[in-house]
């Protein structure tokens, strides 16, 4: 019985205080079904800091924003890019989109917070920023966290 990516992705969208509960109960499952190797998998989950929990939620259940946030990532890496070929780009424009996004994504993940009880801190807020900024900059490069998936927070 192999693990379904939906299990999983179902982990990271509980609320915090139910992920090492619901994680342990999956590898269980998993385990006395014969997939030890995704048992362990499972179990080697790291749950994650209110921040990342909370970027994971937004990924869930913000998409649209979310994606807009990727997106503005990508075409900034392509504009650099370029510029640095040597062509003219309007970078301001670029900035400005992925900032604007960025403000609506943590007023949602301060809103997220306050609902499900938790303090949206100046320090999560700014670690919200940071993982949100840092999942731009990677986008879907090799290596690049798994947005939705988050087990810490993003540089």
Do not use: C, Y
Request: aromatic share 4%; charged share 20%; no cysteine.
């Amino acid at each position: 019985m192999a693990t379904s990516h939906s299990e999983v992705d179902a982990l990271f969208q509980l609320p915090l205080p139910e992920f090492t509960a619901a994680r342990n109960s999956l590898a269980s499952k998993l385990h006395k079904g014969g997939d030890k190797e995704s048992a362990a998998h499972v179990k080697a989950l790291a749950k994650p800091p209110i921040s990342a929990w909370v970027v994971n939620q937004l990924f869930w259940r913000n998409r649209g924003t979310f994606d807009r946030l990727l997106t503005a990532g990508a075409r900034l890496r392509q504009a650099q890019a370029s510029q640095l070929a040597g062509q003219v780009t309007n970078l301001r424009e670029l900035l400005t989109a992925q900032r604007e996004t960025l403000t609506e994504l943590s007023r949602q993940a301060a809103t997220i917070l306050s609902e499900s009880g938790h303090q949206p801190s100046p320090d999560v807020m700014r670690r919200v920023t940071m993982t949100l900024e840092g999942l731009a900059a990677q986008g879907s490069l090799d290596g690049a966290p798994s947005a939705g998936r988050l087990t810490a927070d993003v540089d």
